[in-house]
């Protein structure tokens, strides 16, 4: 168990040692973060590079980390947990310093099984909303108990310094889709809310979280959209608990793309989700500073690495390679192997990535489709089967020699597509860049495309963190880059209006 919790003295402190890195207050708080935090989105235990990139970043100099109980089904939290616990236990960090977001009310994987067995005990967790098969979402007392004592334990934390409901509109979503009427869906929403409220507050006097608040993906969306957060009514909903209350952080997307948080006027005093929330001295972290969705379609505010352009021909000829590679795999080394049919078989179909590409390399539709595609799922596959296979290297000469070969063909194949569908993505690439560079002077300086997003959102006024997905060292190195060039922070509602008047899509 790491005892404490982030303190203004210990947290100032560590803007001091790692000067001139960009730091904010966090409003009310007094805590003071630097000005990007590590995202926990698809980091997880076990997976040495996001330790690494972890460990560093908080070694130099990030100092905010934001995780969700439903990360990597608990697996961020754990990751989190265990680095803190190392750099803490060695002296090199002190707990005092950090500042810990953690979200609830997701049920997937674990949770979801949970929910599931509870509903056969006949004591389902109360208020549950069920989204889909295999996603659930709550916010009951019940189930926020449950689960701040998962988080802390798998963060081997005594308290956290934030706690936040992860998008608690799921439940307008839901109420929406199966034709509740609006005004009587919000009431409900709201009281929801409150209850949740009511019971953080006993939480924070018992000592287990020191703040709570909300992470909404609708916070910056237009009032009468049907699962709209209003932030000014649930700043209301904190008042009428206590003058003294706790409420004092919301998480909320901005991005080059999405631009609502600065410019829709959605609060009913007439004030955008931002304006609001620094008039009431509210921390404000920002999500998806690198991933814009854009006419329902994700993309990677990132340079494009460089492709040759191939040929569609010669891209098909790559992939005909792969694929023999493959069979060669399965028909002429797999009997070789004991290994039982029925793993064969798996290993077959887990390895038929050629047969994959044959079908569908024309129908991936932008370069950060393919890329999602590639990370997510083809390259998991093939390293999977690797690792399975590697034990086997030293008794058979010809798996040895074809794994290497084997991933040589798979780069090359992985290339070949990719050419496909880099051109386009880096004309659009610079697109985006010329835009920020005619909508703000400071957004125009020196830096990768990456660092502009992040310096276009940290350089405006209200915004105290970002969250960046620092999967890998290189990212990290990127981030602290950024922060190290000097930024003057300000509204900057002109230059986000000039930026959504520029063709950047």
């Given at each position: 168990?790491?005892?404490?919790?982030?303190?203004?003295?210990?947290?100032?402190?560590?803007?001091?040692?790692?000067?001139?890195?960009?730091?904010?207050?966090?409003?009310?708080?007094?805590?003071?973060?630097?000005?990007?935090?590590?995202?926990?989105?698809?980091?997880?235990?076990?997976?040495?590079?996001?330790?690494?990139?972890?460990?560093?970043?908080?070694?130099?100099?990030?100092?905010?980390?934001?995780?969700?109980?439903?990360?990597?089904?608990?697996?961020?939290?754990?990751?989190?947990?265990?680095?803190?616990?190392?750099?803490?236990?060695?002296?090199?960090?002190?707990?005092?310093?950090?500042?810990?977001?953690?979200?609830?009310?997701?049920?997937?994987?674990?949770?979801?099984?949970?929910?599931?067995?509870?509903?056969?005990?006949?004591?389902?967790?109360?208020?549950?909303?069920?989204?889909?098969?295999?996603?659930?979402?709550?916010?009951?007392?019940?189930?926020?108990?449950?689960?701040?004592?998962?988080?802390?334990?798998?963060?081997?934390?005594?308290?956290?310094?934030?706690?936040?409901?992860?998008?608690?509109?799921?439940?307008?979503?839901?109420?929406?889709?199966?034709?509740?009427?609006?005004?009587?869906?919000?009431?409900?929403?709201?009281?929801?809310?409150?209850?949740?409220?009511?019971?953080?507050?006993?939480?924070?006097?018992?000592?287990?979280?020191?703040?709570?608040?909300?992470?909404?993906?609708?916070?910056?969306?237009?009032?009468?959209?049907?699962?709209?957060?209003?932030l000014e009514t649930i700043w209301k909903i904190a008042e009428s608990l206590d003058s003294?209350?706790?409420?004092?952080?919301?998480?909320?997307?901005?991005?080059?793309?999405?631009?609502?948080?600065?410019?829709?006027?959605?609060?009913?005093?007439?004030?955008?989700?931002?304006?609001?929330?620094?008039?009431?001295?509210?921390?404000?972290?920002?999500?998806?500073?690198?991933?814009?969705?854009?006419?329902?379609?994700?993309?990677?505010?990132?340079?494009?690495?460089?492709?040759?352009?191939?040929h569609k021909d010669e891209i098909v000829r790559k992939i005909q390679i792969l694929s023999?590679?493959?069979?060669?795999?399965?028909?002429?080394?797999?009997?070789?192997?004991?290994?039982?049919?029925?793993?064969?078989?798996?290993?077959?179909?887990?390895?038929?990535?050629?047969?994959?590409?044959?079908?569908?390399?024309?129908?991936?539709?932008?370069?950060?489709?393919?890329?999602?595609?590639?990370?997510?799922?083809?390259?998991?596959?093939?390293?999977?089967?690797?690792?399975?296979?590697?034990?086997?290297?030293?008794?058979?000469?010809?798996?040895?020699?074809?794994?290497?070969?084997?991933?040589?063909?798979?780069?090359?194949?992985?290339?070949?597509?990719?050419?496909?569908?880099?051109?386009?993505?880096?004309?659009?690439?610079?697109?985006?860049?010329?835009?920020?560079?005619?909508?703000?002077?400071?957004?125009?300086?020196?830096?990768?495309?990456?660092?502009?997003?992040?310096?276009?959102?940290?350089?405006?006024?209200?915004?105290?963190?970002?969250?960046?997905?620092?999967?890998?060292?290189?990212?990290?190195s990127d981030v602290i880059a950024e922060l190290r060039r000097p930024v003057s922070q300000?509204?900057?509602?002109?230059?986000?209006?000039?930026?959504?008047?520029?063709?950047?899509?």
């Amino acid at each position: 168990m790491i005892h404490g919790h982030a303190t203004r003295e210990a947290t100032e402190r560590q803007l001091q040692k790692h000067h001139p890195l960009a730091y904010n207050r966090l409003e009310t708080t007094k805590l003071s973060t630097s000005q990007a935090g590590f995202g926990c989105y698809r980091i997880s235990a076990g997976v040495a590079h996001h330790e690494k990139a972890l460990r560093k970043a908080l070694i130099e100099g990030i100092n905010l980390i934001d995780t969700s109980s439903n990360y990597a089904d608990g697996d961020s939290e754990a990751l989190v947990g265990k680095v803190l616990q190392e750099l803490v236990g060695q002296g090199r960090l002190s707990r005092e310093a950090i500042i810990v977001v953690s979200k609830v009310g997701y049920l997937q994987g674990q949770n979801y099984a949970l929910s599931q067995d509870r509903k056969q005990q006949g004591r389902p967790f109360q208020e549950l909303v069920p989204y889909r098969n295999g996603l659930e979402h709550c916010i009951h007392p019940e189930f926020l108990r449950d689960q701040l004592d998962r988080s802390l334990e798998r963060l081997k934390l005594e308290a956290l310094d934030f706690y936040l409901l992860h998008n608690p509109e799921y439940y307008l979503e839901w109420a929406n889709e199966n034709s509740h009427p609006l005004d009587a869906a919000r009431d409900e929403y709201y009281r929801r809310l409150q209850a949740a409220f009511e019971y953080l507050e006993d939480e924070v006097l018992q000592g287990r979280i020191r703040y709570y608040g909300i992470s909404s993906n609708t916070f910056p969306a237009v009032a009468d959209q049907p699962d709209f957060t209003s932030l000014e009514t649930i700043w209301k909903i904190a008042e009428s608990l206590d003058s003294n209350h706790h409420f004092r952080l919301v998480q909320l997307p901005l991005n080059l793309m999405e631009t609502a948080a600065v410019l829709e006027k959605n609060q009913p005093c007439g004030d955008s989700v931002l304006e609001f929330a620094q008039r009431k001295g509210l921390g404000v972290l920002i999500n998806r500073p690198l991933n814009a969705f854009n006419r329902n379609q994700l993309f990677r505010l990132a340079q494009v690495p460089a492709f040759k352009e191939q040929h569609k021909d010669e891209i098909v000829r790559k992939i005909q390679i792969l694929s023999k590679s493959e069979k060669s795999l399965w028909m002429k080394i797999l009997p070789t192997l004991n290994v039982p049919p029925g793993l064969q078989t798996r290993i077959k179909e887990q390895m038929a990535i050629g047969d994959n590409l044959k079908h569908h390399w024309l129908n991936f539709g932008t370069f950060e489709r393919w890329r999602q595609i590639k990370t997510g799922n083809l390259q998991p596959r093939i390293q999977g089967v690797m690792d399975f296979l590697e034990p086997y290297y030293n008794q058979n000469e010809n798996l040895s020699e074809w794994s290497v070969s084997h991933r040589q063909r798979v780069d090359d194949a992985f290339d070949a597509v990719a050419s496909l569908y880099a051109g386009n993505a880096a004309l659009r690439v610079d697109r985006i860049r010329r835009a920020v560079a005619a909508a703000d002077q400071e957004w125009a300086l020196e830096g990768t495309l990456s660092q502009k997003a992040l310096r276009a959102v940290r350089s405006t006024g209200g915004v105290s963190c970002v969250l960046v997905g620092m999967r890998r060292e290189a990212y990290v190195s990127d981030v602290i880059a950024e922060l190290r060039r000097p930024v003057s922070q300000k509204t900057r509602v002109a230059s986000w209006q000039a930026l959504t008047e520029h063709e950047v899509d």
